[in-house]
């Protein structure tokens, strides 16, 4: 299949496919825009997602120098954003390091596609490491294994690899400079970190690899619909693919695999890639 000109591969539209290959066709190939709703009730997500992004953008202007306190001014009453400020201004995440870069673009070149990222937070320590901050504003802490799982923890790893000679003084970036902290504003004190090293990069490449020659040699046709149709209740797709008319309620979590990872079906988990 060809792919719409300037296409970029992301931990988006990578995750999109391996969960349904269908909406990666639908949503970043045709990119049809469907009205449907993504979950109920349609209120409660919308305000999830703009405190989502409003926690961005306070990380961000806090990791650019904007004072604390003027900060702390701008989201007193608003709750759960001004728990979650508190609880980020409290862990000294945004005082490591010696240098810092918030909502920061990285692309790359490789095996001849262009893939994409926007990082939360990259901090620089003393002895050369970095590492990759990404806010996860989920009620609920998904386990450490499904995130290990996700493109997203293989592909900024990855990336950060392919392209963070950028933040370093034009030096390459080994492995084993790279980590990745999953920070969860609801729980502070329990972060998910992951190292990396060679043999994982290898391992990544090798992922990555196999699954953009996969998406590149099918046909339009054999970019099927996904088999678990739990997965359709939280896609605006549902009802072009015929997979049923109402949204999944956005507080219901009876399954065990939406239990463990309830909110990265819906888009207001993906504001990492909004340009802020």
């Known amino acids: 299949m060809e792919l719409p000109r300037n296409f970029r591969f992301s931990q988006n539209n990578l995750q999109d496919y391996l969960e349904c290959p269908q909406r990666f066709l639908l949503r970043h190939v045709r990119r049809l825009v469907w009205p449907a709703e993504e979950s109920r009730p349609v209120l409660e997500q919308e305000a999830r997602l703009e405190l989502g992004m409003r926690f961005h953008q306070l990380a961000q202007q806090a990791a650019a120098g904007v004072p604390a306190d003027l900060l702390s001014s701008q989201v007193g009453g608003v709750e759960p954003l001004g728990e979650w400020w508190n609880h980020l201004n409290q862990s000294g995440v945004l005082r490591n390091g010696v240098r810092h870069w918030a909502e920061h673009a990285l692309t790359a070149v490789w095996k001849g596609y ?60 080994r492995a084993d400079q790279v980590r990745m902290i999953y920070w969860f504003p609801n729980f502070p004190d329990a972060p998910e970190i992951f190292d990396y090293d060679l043999e994982k990069q290898a391992a990544d490449g090798l992922f990555l690899e196999e699954l953009i020659a996969e998406i590149a040699s099918r046909e339009e046709v054999e970019f099927y619909k996904t088999v678990d149709e739990s997965r359709c209740r939280y896609c605006v797709y549902r009802s ?14 009876d399954e065990p695999g939406e239990a463990e990872d309830p909110d990265f079906s819906l888009d207001f988990e993906q504001v990492a890639e909004i340009a802020f």
Do not use: H, M
């Open 114 to 173: 262009s893939f994409f990222a926007v990082y939360d937070l990259v901090s620089a320590a003393e002895d050369g490491s970095f590492t990759i901050y990404d806010w996860k504003t989920a009620e609920r802490r998904p386990r450490r294994d499904a995130l290990e799982r996700r493109v997203q923890t293989r592909l900024y790893r990855f990336l950060f690899c392919l392209a963070g000679s950028s933040l370093n003084n034009g030096r390459a970036v």
């Open 240 to 253: 072009f693919c015929d997979r049923g008319l109402s949204a999944g309620d956005l507080t219901a979590a």
